[in-house]
């Protein structure tokens, strides 16, 4: 339990350093940018092994139902993050479709992982992305007009999807987590 809080916390403090000591991140320079890679792969680290090791209260488990509706939601999840990269058309409706995809996936992994650990991780990361995008709304501003998008750009959105999404059910079935239940 107390790796999977210490990656956490790691992880929303690298992420955060930037908006609560801008002067500080800014004195490192480049530097900074490899302090948060690092801090960020630890922080992945540390919740990985404090995720597999904390046995925790079991509230609810897998059903058929709930794992149809995960996958359905993993998908946009990838779809969404993918438009980031590809500055599709759904950009200008989400402002920040990275932080968005974490929401969506942290939701559904909740769906389907009604334990202890699973609210731990699931939910810090769904309450940092949420966080992160109020936080960012406010130092922005309004938003500006969009741009015109070509399909080209929402052709390799779904391209990228199909590809992570396959990928990534390979590397979960691979680790014995089969995600089509």
């Known amino acids: 339990m107390l790796l999977l809080i210490l990656g956490l916390a790691l992880w929303v403090g690298v992420h955060f350093w930037k908006r609560i000591a801008p002067d500080h991140r800014a004195s490192f320079g480049e530097k900074g940018k490899m302090i948060v890679a690092i801090g960020s792969a ?49 950009t200008a409706y989400i402002r920040h479709p990275q932080l968005t995809a974490v929401m969506i996936w942290a939701f559904a992994h909740l769906l389907v992982n009604g334990d202890a650990p699973s609210f731990v991780l699931f939910g ?20 500006g007009p969009y741009h015109v998008v070509p399909v080209k750009k929402e052709i390799t959105a779904v391209i990228v999807t199909v590809v992570v999404v396959a990928v990534v059910s390979a590397i979960h079935a691979a680790l014995g987590y089969n995600p089509f239940g």
Request: glycine content about 10%; hydrophobic content about 55%.
């Open 42 to 90: 630890l922080a992945i680290v540390l919740m990985v092994v404090g995720y597999r090791g904390w046995d925790g209260t079991v509230y609810w488990g897998r059903s058929p139902a709930m794992t149809g509706i995960n996958n359905l939601l993993m998908v946009l999840a990838f779809y969404v993050f993918a438009t980031s990269a590809a500055k599709t058309k759904l």
């Open 124 to 143: 810090g990361l769904f309450a940092w992305a949420a966080a992160e995008v109020v936080v960012l709304n406010r130092a922005n501003g309004p938003r």
